[in-house]
């Protein structure tokens, strides 16, 4: 694998490397990791619509936009209503 700069503020390399030191990781295997487990905007979109044909052929569940934005919603006011003192 060949190597590559990567410019970034001193505090963001900083903060990486402590964390990379945490986990028993050089930051360049720490940042190679995160790499390997992060998935791109389309990767996660293409993972979320393979769950739903799952859901759909398992037990029905098509939820419309509407309802997705609803459900997303109630979700964010019980977050919210946990989160509160």
């Known amino acids: 694998m060949s190597d590559a700069n990567v410019r970034i503020p001193a505090e963001a390399r900083d903060r990486l490397a402590e964390i990379a030191a945490e986990e028993g990781l ?21 993972r979320a619509e393979e769950a739903r044909a799952v859901l759909r052929e398992w037990n ?25 003192p």
């Open 26 to 46: 050089s930051l360049r295997a720490y940042l190679a990791r995160l790499a390997e487990t992060l998935l791109t905007p389309a990767e996660r979109a293409r």
């Open 60 to 84: 029905g569940y098509d939820p419309s936009k509407d309802e997705e934005a609803d459900l997303d919603a109630e979700l964010d006011r019980r977050l919210a209503e946990a989160a509160a």
